[in-house]
């Protein structure tokens, strides 16, 4: 794979990595924030239940002591709890807040929500602690809490439910959002990319077409440099190669055309006296000539001798 697409990639990759995983991470979060919002709210509901409950019974306790002189509320007369359950009502913004009443065997005494819950949490309750779950009844998902109230020393349990749909469909509709934002996201960032990868390769890919025109014998070819980076720098470093390469090979002919020169001038400087030699030798191994002639001759060959071994010479004090 391409050095660009190397780039290309992995920088989409980060970049839809990275924004996922935060988008992800906030709109936990803000569930997670709001969800925290309605528990408290449910349990608010159930200490306020639990308040006007405790009131209603009191209320209707002096009223029978005083109508008939004694207390004949009888507390496991589901019928009496029954009755004060259904002259407590509370209203919010949201309407009433329904809530169910069961007794200390987890059977229920009153119920004024239409929503079918279990009650096993109440079974997992101590008798002074109280707590919630997260139930899903159809296609929507209620905050079920739960806790026990006293009633003149009768132990009955106290549930309340809150509809918290709304939260999950929220959660949905931005994980929604989410995946449009992602998936334009990615092409933006793809196209941005392209383009600032382009501008940063194009310095690497102007150093291979000028690698390329050198290795084909264009010594003179030279980068552009652009920026004062490591790729301005490896450009800078190499226009010195260059330079240095076209100056090594620019001497390496100066010195070939020398030696063919030095070996012209030397065939040359052979050639003269040899022919001399040569002709003089023959001279005198073909025709009859007198002493004097001979003694010319053989003259001149010692002289074109010593002309040869002078530039023997030379030429080993030039090795």
């Not at 004024?112 to 929507?140: A, C, M, P, W």
């Not at 291979?208 to 490896?234: C, F, M, P, W, Y």
Request: net charge neutral.
């Amino acid at each position: 794979m391409n050095f660009f697409w190397k780039i290309f990639f992995s920088t989409i990759m980060i970049a839809s990595v990275t924004f996922s995983v935060g988008c992800y991470y906030l709109i936990n979060s803000q569930f997670r924030s709001s969800l925290s919002r309605e528990i408290s709210a449910a349990y608010e509901e159930n200490d306020i239940l639990r308040y006007a409950l405790t009131q209603e019974f009191k209320k209707e306790y002096v009223m029978s002591y005083y109508s008939l002189g004694q207390y004949n509320l009888v507390m496991d007369d589901k019928q009496i709890v029954e009755q004060i359950a259904k002259s407590t009502t509370i209203n919010t913004s949201k309407g009433n807040i329904p809530f169910r009443l069961s007794d200390s065997s987890f059977q229920t005494v009153f119920n004024s929500t239409n929503v079918d819950l279990d009650n096993h949490i109440l079974k997992q309750l101590d008798f002074d602690k109280r707590g919630y779950e997260i139930v899903q009844s159809g296609h929507n998902y209620y905050l079920h809490t739960a806790g026990p109230v006293t009633l003149q020393g009768e132990i009955l349990y106290l549930e309340n439910f809150r509809n918290i749909g709304f939260l999950f469909k929220n959660r949905s509709e931005q994980y929604t959002s989410f995946q449009y934002l992602v998936f334009t996201m990615i092409l933006v960032c793809a196209v941005v990319v392209f383009l600032v990868t382009h501008w940063l390769t194009k310095p690497l890919k102007n150093l291979s077409l000028a690698t390329k025109q050198i290795a084909n014998g264009h010594l003179d070819q030279r980068v552009e440099i652009q920026s004062n980076d490591e790729i301005g720098k490896l450009s800078n470093d190499f226009n010195k190669m260059a330079v240095k390469l076209e100056q090594t090979v620019e001497e390496l002919k100066d010195a070939s055309r020398r030696q063919v020169d030095f070996i012209g001038s030397f065939a040359h400087e052979l050639k003269t006296p040899l022919t001399s030699m040569i002709g003089y030798a023959d001279m005198l191994r073909s025709k009859r000539m007198d002493q004097e002639q001979i003694i010319v001759s053989a003259n001149y060959i010692f002289q074109e001798g010593k002309r040869l071994e002078a530039l023997s010479m030379k030429l080993l004090e030039m090795c």
